[in-house]
């Protein structure tokens, strides 16, 4: 396949994946010698069940096979999803990490919070200040870079709370009065 370019592949694909409910998220073509690779990265609001992947690949590659400019040559590809470390740039991506933990980068800070509600053109970031949970309204013009983290820990209810609710698939936030009890194996037993 010569190598077709990122315009091209977009163009070719843009309308395919927005019937299928999907927005096309990037679109990255590297030439490996007699052997190309397209990599196609969708999402969608909901969520995607990455059982449905293989379909839409599928139907990804007969769209590719349907054209004659790609010609013959073996290429990969791959469609997958946004990874963790996907920068948050679009509107979309702040309404999907919503109660998720993120780090911001403006012009003149960096911090770290949970993304709340997002308003027409700014989110309501739930931080925490010398132990304090609050909310501030970021305006999305103003960021420089957002990353979603990583957690090893439920968050509060409170901070949840503050960020507007548990969404959808998003963890349930720990519950401080439930307390687990752990039975203590007997001593000098090896259980």
Known sequence: MPVPSKERVVELLADLVRERGYDLEDV????????SAVRI?????????LDAL?????EISDAFDAVTDFGE???TLEVTTPGIDRPLTEARHWRRARGRKVRI?????????RVGVLDDDSVNVVIKEKGVLSTRSVALSDVVKAV???????????????????????????NTDEIVDVEAPE???DK
Request: proline share 8%; hydrophobic share 35%.
């Open 28 to 35: 990255n073509v590297v030439a490996a010698g007699k052997h």
């Open 73 to 75: 040559a073996p290429y």
């Open 187 to 189: 001593e000098g037993s």
């Open 148 to 174: 979603v983290q990583v957690e090893f820990s439920r968050p509060s209810a409170e901070e949840m709370d503050l960020a507007g609710g548990v969404v959808g698939s998003r963890p349930s936030p720990a």
């Open 41 to 49: 990265m969708v999402d969608r609001e909901e969520g995607i069940d």
């Open 54 to 58: 293989p379909e839409l690949s599928r």
């Open 105 to 113: 980068e403006l012009a003149d800070a960096k911090f770290d919070g």
